[in-house]
Nanobody, 115 residues
């Protein structure tokens, strides 16, 4: 129900934009978020946006990443600026119904930051 796109290779200091296409009414009623998992590490929170538009960010990406949504297109985007090697990971989109254990994950899109 959620499909990511937009990963790829970026140089340190560069930018990438990730997109998550959400089916149904996820955008209107679910909290949408981005998580990432680097090789050998656990999956970690990156950013979320609620159905009301409230955003939250991990400290490691504040000021560099921006999450947004397009209700008409049913997409959630993450603009990633000033990328660092530590941002290299597989990025996953998640749709979570607030107050429940119902959630949906995408298959992930890989981001590599390297010179």
């Amino acid at each position: 129900q959620v499909v990511e796109s937009g990963g790829g290779l970026a140089q340190p200091g560069g930018s990438l934009n990730l997109s998550c296409a959400a089916l149904g009414n996820f955008i209107n009623s679910f909290t949408m978020g981005w998580y990432r998992q680097a090789p050998g590490n656990e999956r970690e929170f990156v950013a979320t946006i609620s159905s009301g538009g409230t955003t939250n960010y991990a400290d490691s990406v504040k000021g560099r990443f921006a999450i947004s949504r397009d209700i008409t297109k049913k997409t959630v985007n993450q603009q990633m600026n000033n990328l660092q090697a530590a941002d290299t990971a597989t990025y996953y989109c998640k749709a979570e119904r607030p107050g429940t254990s119902e959630d949906y994950w995408g298959q992930g899109t890989h981001v590599t930051v390297s010179s």
